[in-house]
């Protein structure tokens, strides 16, 4: 099985946590908010597909970032072609972690469940994150 969904807008990382001056934690309202969202994307474009609680899954994600209004129209061009791509935030490692997190529950019983996952950073006219999680076959494990 395949699931394969699109995030609109401008991609975002899992933000840290932060504290109250009584010692509670809790999440960023921009994290909540995006985690929301990939949450609505999910449901609204996958339904109810789900993967098995035993599954191992495989995930890639394409982020593409907007192009910044400064550059030339030559330099436009290059990250429109994938020459020139992203080393900004946010890092690989935050974006995985709000993709991840969002869908636990959702598409998988837990983010656990990940056993292969890569992040792509492009840039484009239309900010998006394209996310695509499949079963991974146990046969195709490369060492």
């Known amino acids: 099985m395949q699931i394969k969904f699109t995030v609109w807008g401008e ?9 109250t001056r009584n010692g509670h934690t809790y999440t960023p309202a921009d994290t ?12 609204q474009q ?12 495989d995930m890639h994600i394409y982020t593409y970032f907007t ?11 290059q990250m429109i072609d994938g020459k020139i791509r992203p080393t900004k935030k946010p890092d690989m490692d935050n974006i995985i972690k ?3 997190d969002s869908l ?9 469940q990940i056993v292969d996952c890569d992040v792509h950073k492009f840039y484009s006219e239309e900010p ?11 046969g195709d494990i490369e060492r």
């Not at 192009?67 to 061009?77: D, G, M, N, T």
């Not at 998006?128 to 146990?138: E, L, S, W």
């Open 11 to 19: 991609p975002k990382g899992k933000g840290r946590p932060r504290f």
């Open 67 to 77: 192009i910044p209004k400064s550059v030339s129209k030559k330099k436009r061009q």
């Open 128 to 138: 998006k994150v394209i996310v695509v999680i499949q079963d991974y076959a146990a």
């Open 46 to 57: 996958c339904g109810d597909d789900r993967f098995d609680g035993d599954a191992m899954l």
């Open 98 to 100: 709000i993709i991840a």
């Open 104 to 112: 636990n529950k959702i598409a998988y019983h837990d983010d656990s």
């Open 32 to 43: 909540a908010s995006y985690e929301n969202l990939v949450k609505l994307e999910y449901k």
